[in-house]
């Protein structure tokens, strides 16, 4: 299934069969809701109130491809250097912005290990997970 979907100021493309960055899948998750419990004085038991909406996971899993591994680890280490230790939105190929979002855990999960494209066409390719989360509203 691909996708598109865009982190802070990279638009990641449909599937395609060139060099670049490709949307594999895209799952917003569902948000937490902030639980807090009071135990409020001269009261048997607790008060428990939902406190908002929490934040929310998203899991984005993005294909490179590329001429050579060199150049599948320089488009990773772009993505990896714009998106750590900043605070981004995501436009999600749900048609809904996540806003205040931050990169989990500062590198990637590797999903599928390089290899090549097809017998004759000379590229290879990778697949990472990104995990990120978000503690801003849902546009």
């Not at 590329?66 to 998106?83: E, I, N, P, S, V």
């Not at 999960?109 to 290899?115: F, S, T």
């Not at 494209?117 to 997970?129: A, H, P, T």
Request: glycine share 8%.
């Amino acid at each position: 299934m691909a996708c598109t979907f865009t982190i802070k100021d990279t638009a990641i493309a449909a599937t395609s069969f060139a060099e670049g960055r490709y949307g594999v899948s895209f799952h917003s998750g569902s948000p937490r809701v902030n639980i807090a419990t009071y135990h409020p004085p001269g009261i048997t038991g607790d008060y428990t109130s939902s406190d908002g909406e929490g934040t929310r996971n998203i899991r984005a899993r993005i294909r490179y491809r590329a001429a050579d591994r060199a150049t599948l680890k320089g488009l990773m280490h772009t993505d990896l250097a714009a998106w750590t230790d900043n605070v981004f939105t995501i436009a999600g190929d749900d048609g809904k912005s996540y806003a205040r979002c931050r990169l989990d855990n500062d590198q990637p999960r590797l999903i599928e290990d390089v290899r090549g494209v097809q017998k004759n066409s000379r590229l290879v390719q990778v697949i990472y997970e990104w995990s990120f989360t978000c503690y801003g509203e849902v546009t």
